[in-house]
């Protein structure tokens, strides 16, 4: 069974960070294709980072150059590193991941940790 657990959460004044961190069970996130996702109140969810399986990323344009995606495959997470925040962050962020990379849907799901960004 797969779970994905989220963490590092929380409140900051914007021009902070926060690092948030996707625990895996029941899967290996080394050489997987995974995401963060985000979905503020009101508005659509969106896909700000994705990694694939040759370690290749790419952003969603709100967040490229402040927001960074890794892997930390001994710990079997997947992260997210959040510089330069902005009010328009605040959202809950959500870790996904693919069944397979070559399917297209992301199957796997966190149970999502809040982002609130002050001015």
């Known amino acids: 069974q797969v779970q994905l657990v989220e963490s590092g959460g929380g409140s900051v004044q914007a021009g902070g960070s926060l690092r948030l961190s996707c625990t895996a069970s029941g899967y290996a996130v080394s050489r997987a294709c995974m995401a963060w996702f985000r979905q503020a109140p009101g508005k659509e969810r969106e896909r700000i980072a994705a990694t694939d399986n040759n370690g290749r990323s790419n952003y969603a344009d709100s967040v490229e150059g402040r927001f960074t995606i890794s892997r930390d495959n001994a710990k079997n997470t997947l992260d997210l590193q959040m510089n330069s925040l902005k009010p328009e962050d605040t959202a809950m962020y959500y870790c996904?991941?693919?069944?397979?990379?070559?399917?297209?849907?992301?199957?796997?799901w966190g149970q999502g940790t809040q982002v609130t960004v002050s001015s």
């Open positions: 996904a991941a693919r069944q397979y990379c070559f399917y297209v849907a992301y199957v796997y």
